[in-house]
């Protein structure tokens, strides 16, 4: 389990540059509009992913911070809060790499709005690249809605189409 | 004692006895600058051009050792094109246009910093600082044969200020002894660690950034770099957590490290030591010689007010930023241009002194500018915190894959000069659709016509701006030169003034920004924004 997650973590930190790549070429107008979809704007969803993440990583390192992570404004600009995700994306990657099988079975404490609960590392941190798939999935519609062609977000995994900007996530695999 | 501080370049204004100092009573000056430095000479030469006398005091006799400010931007070469030195300036610089950034040892991306056609003057060039004052002080000594009424004053150190009602009151001592000066008007160029501030009791807030960095240049004897300013983010010579190199004239090569800051100077400045920096950098076979070496930190901070009754500061004296993106010497020498055209017509009786408030409003918006640019430059080169740290490498990363990163990147953002935005100086804004790039406030976009560039028709003094189109009749009495342009949508004047309008008239003032614009104004559209621009409303 270790190696796929450490292997999510990338990809993770892979489709995360690869969809700011082309949020980050919208103007202002194309972000800020409306469109049909959970939340409405492309900025407002990418925050809620980074800021999710933010939540996660606190509780899988049992940080203490909880749902205080929430409480923050949304980076307007996309290249940075591109910058932010990179960051968090490389901590997350940092995270995993450290994983050991003993990890993976501990619960760890997670802060929720009616209390206190814990979960089993090993399956917070599939809920979190669930997590991320699930609204990348929207962003990629949000883009073809905005009219503009929305990157591929899933040649990652396989020897077969792996696009070239993947590879250095698997050579660094490799190397650690 | 009179003692020099530090060593000389260029020994260019000897002490000599003045007659004031045998005056019976103090002898008043219109303007009394101190300091000699690029700042304070830039504004001697300024104002003895428009033939206000000026006295130049400095407790040194010329320029002082070591290439120092080095990196001179194109405005500062603009305004020194309107004093009439840029032409050596230029000539002897090394001029740049190229930038490479680098992460332990990888390049993350270039840039070009002018990647625009139709500028007279390069983005930058890297100058040594005494050989820019050098220049600077030939061209006061032409200006004075010629009749500028500029007096040099070397070894002339300011012990004591009072502030008149009407004036200045100012106690100097020379190798001589000290005698006494009056000015109805002081500007304060006397650098960062202000003498004259001190001795007013006058605060300087901001931040003091822990770091040091060790300057070190170096002829190369076997070796070259292209011309191209080279930054490292943590290479892997380890020599300095960052690395910057950048070519000077003369084969000399000035190479920055950042070394930390609980350092032991003297032990550092030690030619050993500096040396095992360099070689580890070089690799032990290049042959170099040290030239000149210096251990500097800094803060970023600003005087609350330029203005204090009738002693203005200006430069270092009234600002201080990180080295990083050239905004040192670059934003004291707009400041001089910023100041010298407003004191001159306080003192001719055309304007207020209420203008020279607008000096003090403006150029302490640039600085701001400039403080918060050279903040965030020094954060990102020297990150404080494990998260901030992160945050640099993960930008860092991002960047060389992907070029919509590359605006994070931030190496020191290299200065371009301030826009005056909420100036009380600035008039109209009226014509729809014309370019943001000079709209009010703005210093004036360069740009080729037909009888030479745009920047060396405007001089400097009040200017109407006619593109495709007359200054309505009687416009020519309102005191103002008036050039007319003819310019195509396509042509850079076009693209930088119209925009997608057919013609337009501004009122740019003698520092080259732009106070107004209209389509089409009337006679007294333009006598109104002339009479706010002066300070009058």
């Not at chain 2, 690395?243 to 004239?249: A, M, S, V, Y």
């Not at chain 2, 003032?509 to 009058?536: M, N």
Request: some cysteine.
């Amino acid at each position: 389990m270790q190696q796929h997650l450490r292997q999510m973590a990338r990809n993770n930190a892979w489709a995360n540059e690869t969809l700011f790549g082309a949020v980050c070429a919208l103007s202002d107008t194309a972000l800020l509009t409306q469109r049909p979809s959970f939340f409405g704007t492309l900025p407002r969803l990418l925050n809620h992913i980074y800021e999710i993440d933010l939540y996660y990583l606190d509780a899988a390192q049992q940080g203490g911070l909880g749902r205080s992570v929430l409480e923050r404004t949304d980076v307007a600009d996309m290249v940075e809060l591109a910058g932010l995700q990179a960051m968090q994306d490389r901590a997350l990657i940092d995270f995993c790499d450290g994983l050991t099988a003993q990890m993976l079975a501990t619960h760890v404490p997670t802060e929720r709005p009616d209390g206190m609960t814990s979960e089993a590392l090993g399956r917070l941190l599939l809920h979190v690249f669930q997590h991320q798939v699930h609204h990348r999935g929207q962003a990629h519609g949000m883009l073809s809605q905005a009219g503009v062609n929305p990157p591929q977000l899933d040649d990652f995994f396989l020897d077969y189409g792996r696009v070239p900007s993947a590879e250095r996530y698997w050579e660094e695999m490799h190397d650690a | 004692m009179l003692d020099d501080r530090y060593p000389l370049e260029y020994r260019l204004y000897p002490y000599a006895r003045s007659t004031d100092q045998d005056a019976a009573t103090p002898v008043r000056h219109p303007v009394v600058i101190m300091g000699g430095g690029p700042v304070g000479l830039a504004c001697a030469l300024d104002l003895g051009l428009k033939n206000v006398p000026v006295v130049l005091l400095d407790d040194h006799e010329g320029p002082g050792q070591g290439s120092r400010a080095l990196c001179f931007a194109k405005r500062t070469l603009e305004i020194a094109t309107r004093l009439g030195c840029a032409g050596p300036m230029v000539a002897r610089g090394v001029v740049w246009n190229l930038g490479k950034v680098f992460h332990e040892d990888r390049k993350v991306y270039e840039f070009n910093l002018l990647p625009e056609d139709g500028h007279e003057l390069p983005a930058f060039i890297n100058l040594q600082q005494p050989e820019f004052e050098r220049f600077v002080i030939d061209r006061i000594r032409a200006a004075q044969s010629a009749g500028a009424p500029i007096t040099l004053r070397g070894k002339n150190r300011v012990e004591a200020v009072q502030q008149l009602p009407d004036g200045v009151a100012l106690e100097v001592l020379t190798p001589e002894g000290p005698y006494k000066l009056e000015a109805d008007w002081v500007i304060g160029c006397d650098g960062a660690g202000s003498p004259l501030r001190k001795m007013m009791g006058l605060g300087f807030e901001g931040r003091v950034f822990e770091d040091s960095f060790l300057i070190a240049d170096i002829r190369m004897k076997n070796e070259s770099f292209p011309t191209e300013r080279w930054f490292w983010f943590e290479p892997s010579h380890k020599a300095g957590a960052s690395t910057l190199l950048h070519k000077q004239p003369d084969g000399v090569w000035r190479v920055d490290f950042q070394i930390g800051w609980d350092v032991d100077r003297t032990e550092e400045l030690k030619e050993p030591n500096v040396r095992k920096r360099l070689d580890a950098m070089l690799g032990a076979d290049v042959d170099y010689d040290l030239v000149w070496t210096s251990i500097y930190t800094f803060q970023c901070r600003r005087m609350t007010d330029f203005r204090h009754g009738r002693v203005l500061f200006a430069g270092d004296s009234a600002h201080q930023v990180s080295p990083f993106g050239a905004r040192g010497a670059n934003s004291g020498i707009q400041d001089a241009d910023n100041l010298c055209w407003k004191l001159a017509a306080v003192i001719a009786g055309e304007a207020p002194e209420a203008l020279l408030d607008s000096y003090s409003f403006e150029r302490q918006a640039a600085a701001d500018e400039n403080i918060l640019n050279s903040t965030r430059s020094t954060d990102f080169i020297t990150p404080k915190s494990e998260v901030s740290h992160m945050f640099r490498n993960a930008v860092l990363d991002l960047a060389e894959h992907h070029a919509f990163a590359r605006p994070l990147v931030n190496s020191g953002r290299l200065s371009t000069p301030a826009t005056h935005d909420d100036s009380p100086l600035n008039g109209p804004d009226a014509v729809t659709g014309a370019p943001e790039r000079t709209r009010p406030g703005s210093p004036c976009a360069d740009a080729p016509g037909e009888e030479g560039y745009l920047l060396r028709r405007l001089g400097g003094m009040f200017t109407l701006l006619a593109l495709n189109c007359a200054v309505p009749s009687g416009a020519d009495a309102l005191g103002c030169a008036v050039v007319d342009m003819a310019c195509s949508p396509e042509g850079a004047l076009g693209q930088r003034y119209l925009g997608t309008r057919g013609q337009a008239i501004y009122l740019i003032r003698p520092d080259q920004h732009v106070a107004a614009r209209w389509e089409a104004p009337t006679l007294s559209d333009i006598s109104e924004a002339l009479e706010r621009a002066k300070g009058k409303v």
